[in-house]
């Protein structure tokens, strides 16, 4: 196709949706020499999550961020995500990414992580760079450890420090309420906590076999995927914040099958087998625990993310 035609056919504007997730398995295999932890953990993408807009400049690299507890700078894993694809590909184009948060902060529903693979990936089709996915997931693994899993667009276990990413077969159709207690919890803090405290105290229990959680979610055999729950980051966390347990026990007392933390907190998720209930459960928990609890009811989504808009329209 001729170069000029191409153009034609180019976005202004895409409209990226950043997903969401939970971790229904993490276990710290063991600390690294490099300070970061081993893990075998399995994350679901969530129909739950941010939404992003990249929009073509002629230069420099905005981000607008409507989130007042988020800064627009630097600090913000978007904006490094956009200004590493940029050198990355000596690209000399600019873009303003607009960013409407819903997910929750330092919560392990890994909303930073999903931002920067759909900035990544959004800008990578919006600046036509065709950069295959490997080169992608090279540029994520820089950013931060679950950024490969969220360019990967589906449920997957994810090992080594998170960033070597194995899709797996998910056909988990149960409802999942998140509640989040109104404060975050740092991930750093998390592994830390986890590492004074294994050294004292066997805090983490037995673990369960990570195939027999797979195979459930590959059934969507939903007692069998409460049965599999488990995250080694739970218990040190809930000995500082045992509102977390009190959570957790007003899920299950309204009606949850299991429950469980999302990867380092603050959020936990209740799994059930009705959306009404989940309903129920989340009104119950904002009565209960008041008006800084935040509560959402979503579901396991597949292969969501960056599609171009239908605001699509030629470059200038
Ligand atoms: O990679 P990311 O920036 O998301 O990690 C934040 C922090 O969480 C790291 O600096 C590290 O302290 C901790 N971490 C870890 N092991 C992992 C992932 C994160 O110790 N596998």
Redesign the pocket.
Known sequence: MPKQAQQKRAAARINAFSPAKINVFLRIVR?RPD?????ETVMLPLDFGDIITLENRKSGLLLECDHPGLAADDTNIALRAAKLLAEHSGVNRGARITLRKRTPLAAGLGGG?SNAAAVLAGLNRLWQLNLADKALHHLAAQL???VNFFLARGAAVCR???EIIEPVECKFSGTILLVNPGFGIA??W???RWEKTIAGARLTGTTPEVSLLLRALAEDDLDGVARGLFNSLEAPSVRKFPVLQLLKDTLCAHGAVGALMSG?GATVFGLFAEKDKAERAAQRAREQFGPSIWTSVTRFAERLGVEPSSEDCPVV
């Open positions: 600390k300070g970061y932890h081993e893990l992580s931060g450890s679950d080594g420090r998170g991930t750093k998390a592994y830390d380092s």
